[in-house]
Every structure is written in C-alpha cells, then in structure tokens.
C-alpha cells in the first residue's frame, strides 16, 4: 500500500523548496468554463514551468488559495501538472496583479 503521508510530506518539501530558493518567477491568469479565473505563480524546473502557488477566484467571488503551506482542500488543490505557457491558454500577467489576488 502507498503511504501517501510520506508522498504528501515529500510533495510539500519539493514545492517549498521551488518557492524558497525561486530566482525567476512568472505569473499567469487563465479563464475557465464557469466564469471564473485562475491566478498561477510557477518557477521554471528544466524545460517545464512548476506551479507553485494557485490562486482561484470563482464566478461567486470566493477566494480559494494552494501552496506548500495548504495543498488542497473540498474546492480543489495545487496542480500537480507542470505547465507549457506557450502551448496552454494562459496569459500572462505582472507579478503585482498575482500579488494584488494572492493577498486579497
């Protein structure tokens, strides 16, 4: 059987770690179906993009916020796919405006 507090302790380290020691960051906003918007803060790791916060602000308004610090929760959680700005519907934004929603 998969201990998957051991996979969920070893998944909080590597995004802490990415966010800890990040030189470059970039930001992203995407739309989804719903109406809402979906905030990505990602740190580059070889020829991929790691997101390491998400941020997202539904249709109703609500705020839903993942990072190392609280992974997931009922509303959903930090992806696990890494992302290719150039080939996924993303634009992108200034670190303030990823900011301005993070800490809102």
């Known amino acids: 059987m998969v201990d998957l507090e051991r996979i ?3 998944t909080v380290a590597y995004i802490r770690a990415l966010d800890e020691n ?3 960051r970039r930001h992203f906003r995407h739309a989804d179906e ?6 990505i803060e990602a ?3 070889r020829s991929e993009f790691v997101v390491i916060k998400q941020a997202e602000l539904t249709s109703a308004g609500q705020l839903h916020r993942y990072s190392w610090e ?3 929760d009922e509303h959903g959680g930090l992806t696990d796919q890494a ?3 150039e080939e996924d519907p993303l634009e992108a934004i200034p670190a ?4 301005r ?4």
Not at 34 to 39: D, H, V
Not at 101 to 104: A, K, Q, S, Y
């Open 22 to 24: 990040a030189t470059l």
């Open 43 to 45: 740190v580059p790791v």
């Open 70 to 72: 609280h992974l997931e």
């Open 96 to 99: 303030e405006e990823f900011q």
């Open 34 to 39: 719903e109406g809402g918007l979906w905030y």
């Open 83 to 85: 992302i290719e700005p």
């Open 8 to 10: 969920k302790a070893e």
């Open 101 to 104: 929603v993070w800490t809102r």
